[in-house]
């Protein structure tokens, strides 16, 4: 089984930064996909970004230019660095990770952007 812990969440002011962490763990596991996804208030979880394990990117249109995910193979760890944010960032943050039979999620970091 592989668990998923998301830290970095918190209150930022519009233009602010954050950074947030995801890291996975377990016994004797691969991972395929490390993506961010966010949930805000009465709206569906859309995907923010993904990295594959072979370091190719995907980005929401909506953060390309502001946000850059990266992640850390040898600490199975995932980040998503948030700049120039904006109150419509403002969402619970999920990290999901997807690899051989098994996709995990985390309890989600909450990310709020005041105006």
């Known amino acids: 089984q592989v668990q998923v812990v998301e830290s970095g969440g918190g209150l930022v002011q519009a233009g602010g930064s954050l950074r947030l962490s995801c890291a996975a763990s377990?016994?004797?596991?691969?991972?395929?996909?490390m993506s961010w996804y966010r949930q805000a208030p009465g709206k569906q979880r859309e995907l923010v970004a993904a990295?594959?394990?072979?370091?190719?990117?995907n980005y929401a249109d909506s953060v390309k230019g502001r946000f850059t995910i990266s992640s850390d193979s040898a600490k199975n760890t995932v980040y998503l660095q948030m700049n120039s944010l904006n109150p419509e960032d403002t969402a619970v943050y999920y990290c999901?990770?997807?690899?051989?039979?098994?996709?995990?999620w985390g309890q989600g970091t909450q990310v709020t952007v005041s105006s």
């Open positions: 999901a990770v997807v690899g051989p039979g098994y996709d995990a």
């Open positions: 990295i594959t394990s072979g370091g190719a990117t």
């Open positions: 377990g016994r004797r596991f691969s991972i395929g996909v």
